[in-house]
């Protein structure tokens, strides 16, 4: 079993930063391939970022983040990161991570297993 935590989240001004964290308990974090998803009200859940397992080395992004958004992750503080910049109206949402027991991340929500609460990013105009 693994327990996700996200934190990080908040009200930013359009154009404004944050960095989301979400950190995991349980099994070893290494060995787990890492997403984050965002859902928005009255929207359905969407992929936004995925990092591979172990050293992270590949990585994914939906088009519409891709050159704000940056996924990484810290093994040794079991934690994996988002670091949006130049934050959008449209980018507020509810931010969830996800972890799946594999080698790559995939962009599906039913490619993981364990999802955390998520954390309310709201940016505005």
């Known amino acids: 079993q693994v327990q996700l935590v996200e934190s990080g989240g908040g009200l930013v001004q359009a154009g404004g930063s944050l960095r989301l964290s979400c950190t995991a308990s349980?099994?070893?974090?290494?060995?787990?391939?890492m997403g984050w998803f965002r859902q928005a009200p009255g929207k359905e859940r969407e992929f936004v970022a995925a990092?591979?397992?172990?050293?992270?080395?590949?990585?994914y992004y939906a088009d519409s983040v891709k050159g704000r958004f940056t996924i990484s992750r810290d093994n040794a503080k079991n934690t994996v990161y988002l670091q949006m910049n130049s934050l959008k109206p449209e980018d507020t949402a509810v931010y969830y991570c996800a972890a799946d027991h594999a080698r790559w991340g995939s962009i599906r929500i039913d490619g993981y297993d364990y999802w955390g609460q998520g954390t309310q990013v709201t940016v505005s105009s």
């Open positions: 990092i591979s397992s172990g050293a992270g080395t590949n990585t």
């Open positions: 349980g099994r070893i974090f290494s060995s787990y391939a």
